[in-house]
């Protein structure tokens, strides 16, 4: 049976689980020419229509675990997570999620009387994960969030928890004083977590290989005038890490914009970077990418004027009116994303996983 155990000095005891919470879209991602598990769980307290408390798993981007406090059980959300793990596995993630619901709605509430708030909208948030690099370095981080911001980290090189606020100095004291419970956490970020990204990576080899991406470079001329807009879009691609650069004359061009990293319907990613130019015949624009699967890539523009692909005005139409309907809904929920972010191998592994605030 393969899975996590985590150890909760509250508790004083080691249970099992599998990992935790919500809204990758608004999370940073790993860098081009790596591999990440990330885990995220919130708690909050009561929205009509929203569930109080999520976990969520991520590998590479890819949502493979999911937890709702609506649903009460853990579920794979990939195919090949579900092949691989069977019935008892996830009995046991499921009775630990229900343990973690319970005990971060505890800490809610100590949190709240911390910082002398007694109603309102109110959100806990741990996230953590590690990295894995093309060039075999590796990376792992952990903290805390409360209602958006930074509550206490996890200093990993001094094996300590940090806090920039007062009434964060209760838990920070707290975990630094709980017998080997930094030594854990560090230990499971540096070695388990890695190990478990190892296993979930050959898990999903076939879903999780990488995709080259396609690459579309273009100036539409927007008037008589010289000044036009320079727009790259790259698409297909996953992992759904990249970076993308563009250049005149082969030095970057500076004030340029970005949509964001957005999923195709396939599980592929794409990104459309753009700037503002003025045309010129002695200028070279070019688009300069990285990403896992290809290295670093650079597309020169060919000098002739087109529409990018799905940058019509009718798309850009519903994309407007999209947004302007998803708007109330993240407006509910914005402060549980607002806060930055992004099971070990076959046999027993820990996981570090702190008491209720």
């Known amino acids: ?9 509250s508790l004083s005891k080691e249970t ?13 991602e ?11 769980f919130t708690s909050m307290t009561p929205i009509p229509g929203l569930p109080q408390f999520l976990i969520v798993g991520y590998v590479d981007g890819v949502e493979f675990v999911l937890y709702d406090s609506n649903r009460k059980e853990m579920i794979p959300r990939q195919c090949w997570m579900a092949e691989s793990e069977g019935p008892e596995y996830w009995k046991q993630q499921t009775q630990t999620a229900r343990e973690w619901e319970q005990a971060l709605t505890i800490s809610i509430q100590n949190l709240m009387r911390r910082t002398n708030q007694t109603d309102g909208t109110h959100t806990y948030q741990l996230m953590y994960g590690c990295e894995m690099r093309d060039d075999g ?3 792992g981080f952990e903290q805390f969030g409360w209602d958006g911001k930074d509550y206490v980290n996890f200093d990993k090189d001094h094996m300590v928890w940090v806090t920039r606020v007062n009434w964060g100095e209760v838990s920070k004291n707290k975990w630094d004083q709980t017998p080997g419970f930094n030594k854990h956490v560090k230990r499971y970020l540096e070695q388990e977590c890695i190990q ?5 990576l050959k898990d999903g080899e076939q879903e999780l290989r990488p995709f080259a991406p396609q690459v579309f470079l273009s100036v539409n001329k927007a008037s008589a005038t010289k000044w036009t807009q320079l727009s790259c879009l790259i698409t297909g691609f996953y992992p759904c890490d990249i970076e993308v650069i563009l ?25 459309r970077r ?6 010129s015949d002695r200028v070279i624009y070019s688009c300069t990418y990285e990403h896992s699967s290809i290295g670093v890539e650079t597309r020169n523009w060919d000098g002739t004027f087109r529409l990018t692909p799905g940058s019509s005005n009718r798309r850009n139409h519903n994309l407007t009116v999209g947004v302007m309907m998803i708007i109330p809904l993240l407006s509910l929920v914005i402060v549980m994303a607002v806060w930055k972010c992004r099971a070990a191998a076959r046999g027993e592994s820990s996981l570090n996983i702190s008491a209720p605030a």
């Open 1 to 9: 049976m393969f899975f996590l155990r985590i150890f909760h000095p």
């Open 274 to 279: 753009w700037a503002q130019i003025e045309l």
């Open 30 to 40: 790993a860098s081009a020419g790596s591999h990440s598990l990330r885990y995220f």
């Open 16 to 28: 099992t689980m599998l990992g935790l919470i919500v809204l990758v879209l608004l999370c940073g």
């Open 196 to 200: 478990s990204l190892k296993k979930y």
């Open 137 to 139: 370095s590796t990376s």
């Open 247 to 271: 250049l005149r004359n082969g030095k970057p061009i500076m004030g340029t914009y970005s949509t964001g990293i957005l999923p195709n319907h396939n599980g592929t990613c794409q990104l």
